[in-house]
């Protein structure tokens, strides 16, 4: 069923130092209930901050596939 809820782990590339966890959760919660956000900030390996991070979220299937095309 579509209601049924999932959890998925999501990776989130093409991000700047401009975007902070808090404006990602805002943006993701209308998709599902944002559980974790992870790695938004830490460094890369040449001390730069890194392009990508990752989400937790709470979802349907039907929210997470709208998700995933926008």
Same mark, same amino acid.
């Given at each position: 069923? $579509? &209601?049924? !809820? =999932? @959890?998925? #782990? =999501?990776? =989130?590339? +093409?991000?700047?130092?401009?975007i902070?966890?808090? $404006?990602? &959760?805002? #943006?993701?919660?209308?998709? +599902? @209930?944002?559980?974790?956000?992870? +790695?938004? +900030? !830490?460094?890369?390996?040449?001390?730069?901050? #890194?392009?990508?991070?990752?989400?937790?979220?709470? @979802?349907?299937?039907?929210?997470?596939? #709208?998700?995933?095309? @926008?």
């Amino acid at each position: 069923m $579509d &209601s049924d !809820l =999932i @959890t998925k #782990r =999501i990776h =989130i590339s +093409g991000l700047t130092p401009a975007i902070s966890p808090a $404006d990602l &959760s805002q #943006r993701l919660s209308s998709f +599902g @209930t944002v559980k974790a956000l992870d +790695g938004f +900030g !830490l460094p890369d390996a040449l001390g730069q901050p #890194r392009k990508f991070g990752y989400a937790t979220l709470e @979802t349907t299937k039907a929210k997470l596939a #709208r998700c995933t095309s @926008t």
